[in-house]
């Protein structure tokens, strides 16, 4: 595959990178990132304008694009990709509504995977809390989800955490809330309240924990990343299923067959 990078100098750039330097079969072919560099085997760009320029006049050849960036970027990401008809995988976080619906939208004539968590236990987790939610939601346990990262992470909270609420939701019939955090004195906690913690330490790489608790008992789901390679792994192999794909927006559970 040849890969147009999206961060390629971030943590999570450099990761892919990595991993697609030891592949017979891929190579990253273009790259964007905001800090100037110069590599004299890839044309590096600082931002979409010239990334544009370079691509319309010499038409590398293209077959995805992987984006580990910042959301900031994520609406001239996906209309670069719709305008050079390029499957994108989307695994930045902390996307606003309008971009998500931008992405919905998109999907229509693009393949797209929007991800905040190519692992495989993350996604296996997620049917985990779909089977814990719906045994002991209406049994009254309480849910709250933590998430650990590193200290320079810039959203909060992360991808992941929403996208492990959602997997809750999906579950429950009634609208649950959202509680970011507690200070202060207040009114005891709803049964449809769903407290969301988000801890930020040195170089934490990624940790998720889900609590069902009752007075009796509590269940603690946790999946720990140890490195970023394992997400690297996951967007390529979601790069890979999208190469193959048709329009539409996919996730991680299509491309591991969950
Ligand atoms: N879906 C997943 O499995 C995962 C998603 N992430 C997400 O990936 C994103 C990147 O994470 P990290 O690599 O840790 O961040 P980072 O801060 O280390 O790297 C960000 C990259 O984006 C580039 N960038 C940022 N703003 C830019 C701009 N205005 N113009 C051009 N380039 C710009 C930087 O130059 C850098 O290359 C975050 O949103 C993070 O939450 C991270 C790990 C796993
Ligand atoms: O910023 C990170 O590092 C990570 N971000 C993702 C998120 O926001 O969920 C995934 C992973 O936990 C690492």
Redesign the pocket.
Known sequence: MNILL??????????VLQLVNRSKTDQVVLA????EETNPNLPIF???EALDAYVSKEHPVIDVVI???????SESVVNFSNKYHLPLVL????QSADVEQLIFDTAKTIPIIN?????IG?NVMQKALQLLTEYLYPLDYDIEIIEK??R????AP???AKMLFDSIQSQVNEPLHIQAGREGFYAARPHNEVGMHAIRSGNIV?EHTVIFANNNEEIEITHR?NN?SL?AQ??LKAAAYLTQAEPGLYDMSDVLDL
Request: no cysteine; glycine share 14%; proline share 0%.
């Open positions: 999206i961060g390629s100098n971030g943590a999570m750039g450099q990761a964007l990132q905001s800090e600082n931002d979409f984006d580990f960036s910042s959301a900031t970027l695994a930045t976080t902390g991800t905040h968590n190519t692992s993350v990262h590193h320079f992470k810039k959203d992360s991808g992941t990624g990343a970023r997400f996951g967007a």
